[in-house]
Nanobody, 124 residues
Framework: QVQLVESGGGSVQAGGSLRLSCATS????????MGWFRQVLGKEREGVAA???????SYGESVKGRFIISRDNTKNTVYLQMNSLKPEDTSMYYC??????????????????WGQGTQVTVSS
């Protein structure tokens, strides 16, 4: 069973930065995609960023130019660097993995392994 554990969430003022981490029990190079998603209570889960095994990235429109997804294979960890944070970035953030190619790597339903989430709160 693949385990994903997120950390790094917290409270920050608008304009600030946070770095989320996702530690995996499996080698992340075996995952085809690693992704970050977010969800506010009562709303649909939203794709934030995805990274494929060849290093290609995808970003949601609302975070392009502000967030960066990366990985450290030696630590089996994927990161989400979040800069220029806005109050609307406030959400629970989830890490996810899928072990085969998918057409839409920012679509939550295409992932089959999920972490428990870490809360990010951005105050104005």
């Amino acid at each position: 069973q693949v385990q994903l554990v997120e950390s790094g969430g917290g409270s920050v003022q608008a304009g600030g930065s946070l770095r989320l981490s996702c530690a995996t029990s499996e080698g992340i190079t075996s995952a085809y995609y690693m992704g970050w998603f977010r969800q506010v209570l009562g709303k649909e889960r939203e794709g934030v960023a995805a990274l494929d095994r060849d290093g290609r990235t995808s970003y949601g429109e609302s975070v392009k130019g502000r967030f960066i997804i990366s990985r450290d294979n030696t630590k089996n960890t994927v990161y989400l660097q979040m800069n220029s944070l806005k109050p609307e970035d406030t959400s629970m953030y989830y890490c996810a993995a899928v072990f085969w190619w998918v057409r839409y790597p920012l679509t939550p339903s295409t992932y089959n392994h999920w972490g428990q989430g870490t809360q990010v709160t951005v105050s104005s």
